[in-house]
């Protein structure tokens, strides 16, 4: 078995990949923009460096040299904020690079299993009273980004609708882990804190909304929910991919707190506020779960622990 996953390089594709590799026991190969990204994969995966918005022509060629049996679309722009500074350049790059995937399989002799990865952002103003969420919640983009995913999401449908490419689509929930940048919440409280640990930045903590409440799961609980939905998903079907237990983001960042004995303060940065925040967000996965016994299982203290140990490791390399 062959799998291809575009984006390889990035936080989740790296977990993917050496899951794939290591667990599933797959012949890997991979999609990079950069080929220094993913260069401590390369002994284990079949390397490529190019771009989901590369000439179709190339992008076909590498599906046809693969001849994948699985392909994970990872390849997107995933930082809501930068969506709404350059809206065009999230959409484009999401809903052009996920039509050039879909192109590119059918293209094939035998057309591969494709996981189309959309986002619990879809679902955007959540009431209340429709926690926790079903794949049958209605979509309420708040976002450049959301709208991109929806796009996404709704490009794999078509592709199964109307040419019956076997497509299975997820809407992962908010994951975190060892390997993610810091644009994101946690990898960036965890590296602040690390920072302040190696007496690089003053003791004092910018941060954003935390009243906000999400549903963190781990990346490599996601990772493992992904192999499962494309081995054992029903084609054309929508799965969310969830801890299904929801954390306020001052209950994130305590968390990590309490993992250092250095005292720092916490001051509220405007710059990090969204335009627009949903105050909790609450995934269930009754529907995956029923088909394939998957649960998120890595509990969000050793998450942190193990992103903290990873900062921690990242500044002390630097400053040798």
Known sequence: MKALITG????????????????????????????????????????????????????KDLFAAAQPDLVFHLAAQAFVPSSWKDPWATLENNIRGQLNVLLAAIAMEKP???????????????????LPISETNPLRPNSP??????????LGYQYYASHKLPVVRVRPFN?????????????????????????????????GNLGARRDFSDVRDIIHGYY?????GEPGEVYNLGAERSYSIRQVLDGLLALSETRVAV???PKRLRPSDVPEI???????????????????????????????????????
């Open 112 to 130: 591969p299993r494709i996981l189309v990865v959309g986002s619990a952002d879809e679902y955007g103003i959540v009431l209340p009273e429709e």
């Open 228 to 232: 499962l939905a494309l081995s054992e």
């Open 8 to 59: 390889v390089g990035g936080f989740v594709g790296s977990h993917l990949a050496s899951y794939l590799v290591e667990k599933a026991g797959l012949d890997v190969w991979g999609l990079d923009l950069v080929e220094g990204r993913a260069a401590a994969l390369r002994p284990r995966i079949t390397l490529h460096v190019g771009n989901v918005l590369m000439d179709l022509a190339a992008l």
């Open 175 to 207: 994951h975190i882990g060892p390997g993610q940048s810091a644009a994101f919440v946690t990898a960036d409280f965890a590296k602040q804190i690390a920072e302040v640990e190696a007496g690089l930045r003053e003791p004092v903590m910018r941060v």
């Open 267 to 269: 001051e509220q940065d």
């Open 282 to 320: 609450l995934a269930d996965c009754t529907r995956f779960r029923s088909r394939t016994g998957w649960r998120a299982e890595i509990p969000l203290e050793r998450s942190l622990e193990d992103i903290l140990n990873y900062w921690r490791s990242r500044i002390r390399d630097k400053s040798q």
């Open 145 to 154: 980004y959301a709208v991109s995913k929806v796009a996404q999401d709704m």
